[in-house]
């Protein structure tokens, strides 16, 4: 087990894929790994299996470029976290990715504007942990400190765990409960709604080529100490 995973949950389950040895060669599960991943990992066949998954991968140099390829019939993808796992055991079969990291320079802020908290969705689980959060949004630092490992903090992004739409994201009960609206960018230009009426059953409920691009929060009034 993993010292940060102490209970085997669903999140630790798909983390202990990476134990897999991935490379063009090895087609077969190793004996060791098997004894890693153990019986409690009913989902994993400890068959042969092929790993490799031909695709193309779309890398645009402004949001706009990100927006046109999604509508094209890209899946985006910024930490892949969530997503790559998905694709090594076949319940993704992307024929484009979007790979959205070069945009962090514009996408990967925590910053306080005005009455409003902003948060690029690329800033990632780390950013928004090192982040200056103000009184009464303390929650968003905490679930922060509770999310997966170290690694998995630096590499996954706000905007990725909330629009993956799952029961077992982190973040999107604490980013409900402080009544966020997210900016949506798509052709049409942007867009902004609340966060809790985007979720409908399987997913996000978003127009065609739309990217979630900020998410921002209401500062709390009164005395917070």
Same mark, same amino acid.
Request: some cysteine.
């Given at each position: *087990?993993?010292?940060?995973?102490p209970?085997?949950?669903?999140?630790?389950r798909s983390?202990?894929w990476?134990?897999?040895?991935?490379?063009?060669?090895?087609? *077969?599960?190793?004996?060791?790994?098997?004894?890693?991943?153990?019986d409690r990992q009913?989902?994993?066949?400890?068959?042969i299996?092929?790993?490799?998954?031909?695709?193309?991968?779309v890398?645009?140099?402004?949001?706009d470029?990100?927006?046109?390829?999604?509508?094209?019939?890209g899946?985006?993808?910024?930490g892949?976290?969530?997503?790559?796992?998905?694709?090594?055991?076949?319940?993704?079969?992307?024929?484009?990715?979007?790979?959205?990291?070069?945009?962090?320079?514009?996408?990967?802020?925590?910053?306080v504007?005005?009455?409003?908290?902003?948060?690029?969705?690329?800033?990632?689980?780390?950013d928004?942990?090192?982040a200056r959060?103000?009184?009464?949004?303390?929650?968003?630092?905490?679930?922060?400190?509770?999310?997966?490992?170290?690694?998995i903090?630096?590499?996954?992004?706000?905007?990725?765990?909330?629009?993956?739409a799952?029961?077992?994201?982190?973040?999107?009960?604490?980013?409900?409960?402080?009544?966020?609206?997210?900016?949506?960018r798509?052709?049409?230009?942007?867009?902004?709604?609340?966060?809790?009426?985007?979720? *409908?059953?399987?997913?996000?409920e978003? *127009?065609p080529?739309?990217?979630?691009?900020?998410?921002?929060?209401?500062?709390?009034?009164?005395d917070?100490?």
């Amino acid at each position: *087990r993993s010292p940060y995973y102490p209970s085997w949950n669903s999140y630790g389950r798909s983390c202990a894929w990476q134990l897999i040895k991935i490379s063009h060669n090895a087609h *077969r599960m190793t004996a060791s790994t098997r004894w890693a991943i153990g019986d409690r990992q009913p989902f994993i066949s400890k068959r042969i299996f092929r790993i490799a998954l031909e695709f193309d991968v779309v890398r645009p140099s402004g949001i706009d470029e990100a927006v046109d390829a999604v509508e094209g019939g890209g899946i985006p993808v910024a930490g892949g976290t969530y997503l790559m796992p998905r694709i090594h055991l076949r319940m993704v079969r992307p024929s484009v990715l979007v790979d959205l990291s070069g945009l962090r320079g514009d996408m990967g802020y925590v910053a306080v504007d005005g009455d409003y908290l902003r948060i690029g969705a690329l800033a990632t689980i780390s950013d928004l942990m090192r982040a200056r959060i103000p009184g009464g949004m303390e929650s968003l630092r905490a679930a922060a400190s509770k999310f997966g490992s170290p690694q998995i903090r630096e590499m996954a992004t706000v905007g990725g765990n909330l629009a993956t739409a799952s029961a077992h994201a982190d973040l999107i009960t604490v980013f409900e409960a402080l009544d966020a609206r997210v900016k949506l960018r798509g052709r049409r230009g942007e867009r902004v709604v609340k966060l809790g009426k985007l979720y *409908r059953a399987g997913g996000l409920e978003l *127009r065609p080529g739309e990217l979630l691009s900020e998410i921002f929060v209401e500062m709390p009034r009164g005395d917070h100490r």
